[in-house]
C-alpha cells in the first residue's frame, strides 16, 4: 500500500482491515462514522455508528463477495488504508458508495 500497481489481496491484511472491508460491502451505500483508528490500523471496537442509504424502488443488489477471504483489494480501498496509515491516531468518517470507500473525513484537534 506504498503507492505501487502491486495487487493488495484480503487475506494480507490486518484483521481490523479486513473487518472495515466487510462493513463497507455490507452498507453497500452510506457512512460509517466515529470510527477510530489506532496506530494507522481501523479500530472497531468500540463499533462505529453506520448510517445506511437506501434507494426506495430500486432492484437492490449484491455488494459481497463470493470469497471474502481471498479478493483482490480494489485501489480505492488500498487508497483508504494507505491514508489510514498517514493518519496515525484520530477519529474518522467514510463516505461509501457501491461498498467502496469514497471519502475519508479525518477529526483533527487543532494544534496551534
Given at each position: ?33 466515529s ?17 445506511r442509504?437506501v ?58
Open positions: 500500500m506504498n503507492g505501487t500497481t502491486a495487487q493488495v489481496h484480503t487475506s494480507s491484511l490486518d484483521q481490523g482491515s479486513r473487518r472495515l472491508i466487510a462493513l463497507m460491502q455490507r452498507i453497500g451505500f452510506g457512512r460509517i462514522e470510527l477510530r483508528v489506532l496506530d494507522g490500523q481501523p479500530a472497531l471496537d468500540p463499533p462505529p455508528r453506520v448510517i442509504e434507494k426506495l424502488g430500486a432492484e437492490r443488489t449484491s455488494q459481497g463477495h463470493d470469497s471474502p477471504a481471498g479478493f483482490t483489494v480494489k485501489r480505492a480501498m488500498v487508497d483508504l488504508l494507505a491514508e489510514l496509515t498517514v493518519v496515525g491516531s484520530a477519529t474518522v468518517a467514510i463516505e461509501v458508495r457501491h461498498g467502496l470507500p469514497a471519502r475519508l473525513i479525518v477529526e483533527e484537534v487543532a494544534r496551534g
